[in-house]
């Protein structure tokens, strides 16, 4: 699986977009984004993937650039509760979609 | 709404005791997961099971077993427990045709 590059943090202000950023260079052409976020004390929870096209659904909008080698999560009004670490996966689709966790970046939104 | 479920939030045991952490999953998921998670080294993949009686070894499988004789429960043993098996469990479960993976609340199991 390509591996990821993220930030180790970030601070946002409240009402403001994040813009949480990922570089995958190494990125093959059946491989896919995958973001996922982790909140104080509690397990992953997904939030979006995508292939090549941009994405976007009730929780955030996923950029990919053309070439595919990095990408962009972006929360559009970031609220207190979206603090959390969040973490950037590639992987292919196949296989027992096991996953790998990088380090992640942690996110702090303030008021 | 989905769920997946773990036996405890907090577990203490004792060094050289049987441990089973259980999982529960309500979405009739083929895929089921267990991590472990350590500050200052993520979330590491013990074990994961693609099918009833099926598993594979994760990243870091020393010390743990597994057992899955039922669809919707995944269980992590320590068959012997250890101090360095101190930390968060998580599982996790999914379908076959997607990476989109459900988490438990987690087991903070310390080892004393």
């Known amino acids: 699986d390509a591996k990821t590059t993220q930030p180790p943090s970030m601070d946002c202000a409240e009402g403001r977009a994040a813009n949480l950023p990922c570089n995958h260079s190494?990125?093959?052409?059946?491989?896919?984004v995958y973001w996922y976020r982790q909140i104080h004390s509690q397990g992953p929870q997904y939030i979006i993937h995508?292939?090549?096209n941009n994405e976007t659904n009730e929780m955030a909008s996923l950029i990919i650039t053309e070439d595919r080698k990095s990408s962009t999560l972006i929360l559009p009004h970031a609220t207190l509760r979206d603090t959390a670490v969040y973490y950037c996966?590639?992987?292919?689709?196949?296989?027992?979609?096991?996953?790998?966790f990088g380090a992640g970046t942690r996110l702090a939104v303030h008021p | 709404d989905v769920k997946v479920t773990q036996s405890s939030r907090y577990l203490v045991k004792r060094t050289g005791e049987k441990v089973f952490l259980e999982c529960v999953q309500d979405m009739d998921h083929e895929n089921m997961f267990w991590y472990r998670q350590d500050p200052g080294l993520g979330l590491r993949l013990i074990y994961f099971s693609y099918d009833v009686k099926m598993k594979e070894k994760g990243d870091i499988p020393e010390g743990y077993s597994v057992s899955r004789e039922k669809k919707e429960r995944f269980s992590l043993i320590l068959e012997s427990a250890s101090t360095n098996q101190t930390s968060m469990y998580l599982c996790a479960s999914t379908r076959t045709d997607t990476y989109e993976q459900y988490f438990g609340p987690g087991t903070r199991l310390t080892v004393t």
């Open positions: 190494t990125i093959s052409g059946n491989e896919y």
């Open positions: 996966i590639v992987a292919f689709s196949g296989g027992y979609n096991k996953l790998i």
């Open positions: 995508g292939l090549k």
